[in-house]
T-cell receptor
């Protein structure tokens, strides 16, 4: 029962363009959402988060948008850089229950 | 910075062996977690602990047990390793129970192969 879904296993964009990674969830009790980034041979690292009471949170080149009615969130990276190439995991949290999506592999081409 | 250290980067074990995966965190975090990462499935929670000597089952606890004798150390035990336990194992810690929006800090992972 995957409560958090990332339907695109991979995404390829050109350097300088926008990367948009999408995530859908099914449990309306989730009240906090996070994005993690994972390089090969390393553990995931926290990237950005958003509370369910907001619809947007921005941190430098990274912006997360939340659409609660659609149970959808997205991560925008502008402009994309080759160093952003990694696997991105979406996570949703309710109290101490944190669920992860399957991940999207982003490749940013120079 | 929080440091979460997993004792082995790669492990190769034989079917039926008892396997210990060790994890240590250095930031006095209350919570510790064990996940496994498999292609197409993301990160799935095996066990977690909110306090010393305390453990809770995650989504896929079968075939695993855990031990938390000290606050900083959380061990994952495969009682009798099987080939379907070949996976990347990730340990994580977080500040404390009930902290809204708290994020997890992950170790680098242990790639376990069971032959």
């Amino acid at each position: 029962d995957q409560q958090v879904k990332q339907n695109s296993p991979s995404l390829s964009v050109q350097e300088g363009r926008i990367s948009i990674l999408n995530c859908d969830y099914t449990n309306s009790m989730f009240d906090y959402f996070l994005w993690y980034k994972k390089y090969p041979a390393e553990g995931p690292t926290f990237l950005i988060s958003i509370s369910s009471i907001k619809d947007k949170n921005e941190d430098g080149r990274f912006t997360v948008f939340l659409n609660k009615s659609a149970k959808h969130l997205s991560l925008h990276i502008v402009p994309s850089q080759p160093g952003d190439s990694a696997v991105y995991f979406c996570a949703a949290k309710n109290n101490n229950d944190m669920r992860f999506g399957a991940g999207t592999r982003l490749t940013v081409k120079p | 910075d929080v440091k979460v250290t997993q004792s082995s980067r790669y492990l190769v074990k034989r079917t039926g062996e008892k396997v210990f995966l060790e994890c240590v965190q250095d930031m006095d975090h209350e919570n510790m977690f064990w996940y496994r990462q498999d292609p197409g499935l993301g990160l799935r929670l095996i066990y977690f602990s909110y306090d010393v000597k305390m453990k809770e089952k995650g989504d896929i606890p079968e075939g695993y047990s855990v031990s938390r004798e000290k606050k900083e150390r959380f061990s994952l035990i495969l009682e009798s390793a099987s080939t379907n336990q070949t996976s990347m194992y990730l340990c994580a810690s977080s500040l404390g129970a009930g902290v809204r929006g708290e994020k997890l800090f992950f170790g680098s992972g242990t790639q376990l192969s069971v032959l």
